[in-house]
């Protein structure tokens, strides 16, 4: 076993370091951001309240990855359980400049004080394995994005304790009104699911959102992202607003 486990590490690394020299001409990019935000919604459902969700992200080329995290101020302790903390790893690559973006991402949400994070069995791993698969249409006027999302490992088990292969499908459509930068947002499930709690007993319209983003002018060379979010969720009745401010150089 042990031995199988240095040839894998072994041979990632070589991966790793093939993709690295072949790809030494091309652009890379790091990428170091925050947000702060008034609560977190997660497609269309609350999470918990205010929260700081930093980035860390590397790309080059059309070879992307990224940490993505969520914690909320409760701290070590919660009244409800375990206070709030979710790490999501994701690799993507871009298929051409124009062509679809295909995922594959490790989401564990299991809370402050968990553990466990490096339990994989399939029957008592708190991860999630997703993958993705997104096309942006190569329009300026029509500059509209698809994504279908398939849990296809891991935590995602229905009543029965079989994986359930919960999916989840989002629109996005970009677009400007004078210095506010929007976005509009329609996401589904086309079946029952039993990750995210909608309750749903099959399709379900779950994430109907409008993004406003801009920037506050502090100085002529520094001015600070802010954005405000209206959500609904007709699967549960319910509805959010949410306010942030992004740190970034």
């Not at 030494?24 to 170091?32: G, L, M, Y």
């Not at 080059?60 to 909320?72: E, P, Q």
């Not at 406003?212 to 969720?233: G, K, V, Y």
């Amino acid at each position: 076993m042990k031995r199988l486990r240095n040839n894998i590490f072994a041979t990632a690394a070589v991966a790793v370091a093939c993709i690295l020299g072949t790809t030494s001409a091309k652009a890379q990019e790091f990428t170091v951001q925050g947000d702060l935000v008034s609560s977190y919604v997660w497609r269309g459902v609350y999470q918990t309240g205010a929260s700081f969700q930093p980035t860390l992200g590397f790309s080059i080329g059309d070879f992307s990855v990224t940490a993505w995290g969520s914690t909320d101020f409760d701290g070590n302790k919660s009244s409800e359980g375990l206070a709030s903390k979710e790490i999501d790893l994701t690799a993507a690559y871009t298929l051409g400049e124009s062509g679809p973006t295909l995922s594959v991402a490790s989401l564990w949400w299991a809370g402050q004080g968990a553990g466990k994070y490096f339990n994989f069995k399939s029957h008592e791993t708190a991860h999630f394995f997703e993958a993705g698969l997104a096309y942006t249409l190569p329009c300026e006027k029509l500059p509209l994005s698809m994504a279908w999302y398939l849990m296809f490992a891991g935590a995602d088990k229905n009543e029965e304790g079989k994986q359930n292969y919960s999916s989840y499908c989002e629109l996005n459509y970009p677009f400007s009104v004078k210095s506010v930068d929007l976005n509009a947002t329609v996401g589904f499930v086309p079946y029952k699911t039993y990750t995210v709690g909608y309750g749903n007993s099959g399709f379900a319209f779950t994430n109907v959102a409008l993004k406003a983003t801009t920037a506050i002018r502090i100085t002529d060379s520094f001015s600070l992202p802010i954005f405000a979010q209206a959500i609904w969720n007709p699967c549960l009745e319910d509805t959010h607003l949410v306010f942030g401010i992004t740190l970034k150089p």
